[in-house]
């Protein structure tokens, strides 16, 4: 019996709490337009939403040259999760996240497009998390 394996494991089951995912009926209008009403929720959503591979949290602990506190970030990525924005997934020591914009269009057709089109409009066109160019896929 491996002592190391029998820790972990039981510290994932029992302190780990699980994420809560809403289906994607319980997603609301409202509760997407609050979780997006912060400038850096928005901003970590976009770049979310346009990437096409997962994201890990820290790849946000800087959005326009500001540093994000690990704290707050995490508590920006319960609002995107509990809004129904994101999927979060556990991988080994990070959190991977991707956008459900797909799931929120086939309830809400056009409102996630409309918002991040108009966050860009807004910003510029410039990505908020201030990364350029492409992103490396996330190790699975």
Not at 16 to 43: C, K, N, Q, W
Not at 64 to 88: D, M, N, Y
Request: aromatic share 6%; glycine share 10%.
């Amino acid at each position: 019996m491996n002592y190391g394996q029998n820790v972990k494991g039981w510290y994932i089951k029992n302190v780990m709490r699980p994420l809560f995912h809403p289906a994607v009926d319980e997603v609301t209008v409202e509760g997407i337009l609050h979780a997006l009403s912060d400038p850096v929720r928005v901003a970590i959503f976009a770049d979310i939403a346009g990437s096409n591979c997962s994201q890990s949290c820290s790849h946000f602990l800087k959005i326009r040259e500001k540093v994000v506190p690990k704290s707050t970030l995490s508590q920006h990525f319960k609002a995107l999760r509990e809004a129904g924005l994101i999927r979060s997934e556990r991988q080994g020591v990070e959190m991977q996240n991707t956008s459900r914009c797909a799931e929120i269009e086939g309830r809400f057709p056009g409102l996630v497009g409309a918002i991040i089109s108009a966050h860009n409009v807004q910003s510029g066109g410039k990505s908020r998390a201030g990364h350029s160019g492409k992103r490396k896929p996330a190790g699975r």
